[in-house]
């Protein structure tokens, strides 16, 4: 796959607690986008969050740490891969039945290559 220039970035914005299907939903999102064949995805997990429902601060400090810290998908590819995957991305959240918000930012690829297989 090549993938080089003008791309969007998709940012989805989610709990660690949020459970779709008795996994965690941020791993059946991953797993939807390898299967949609977008170019790759990286979840990343907040130190100290809130979001649309919270009424307290989510925090990874030791005195108050949460069962529900903040957590970030992002994903890399062509607008159009980008774009058509939303609708996947907004049923899950809708079956889940939790929050969440999902943005989209230019992102321009430098280099998009696979590492030397063994």
Known sequence: MKLTGEGKLLRIFLGESDIFDHQPLFEV???????????????????????????????????????????????????????GFLPDVDALFEKAGCGGMMTIERAEVIRYSPGKQE
């Not at 990343?44 to 998908?73: Q, W, Y």
């Open 29 to 83: 999102i991953v797993r939807l986008a390898r299967e949609r064949g977008l170019a790759g995805a990286t979840v990343l997990r907040g130190v100290e969050g809130f979001g649309a429902n919270s009424r307290v601060i989510h925090t990874a400090k030791i005195l108050r740490l949460s069962e529900d810290l903040p957590i970030v998908v992002e994903i890399v590819d062509a607008e159009a891969k980008i774009r």
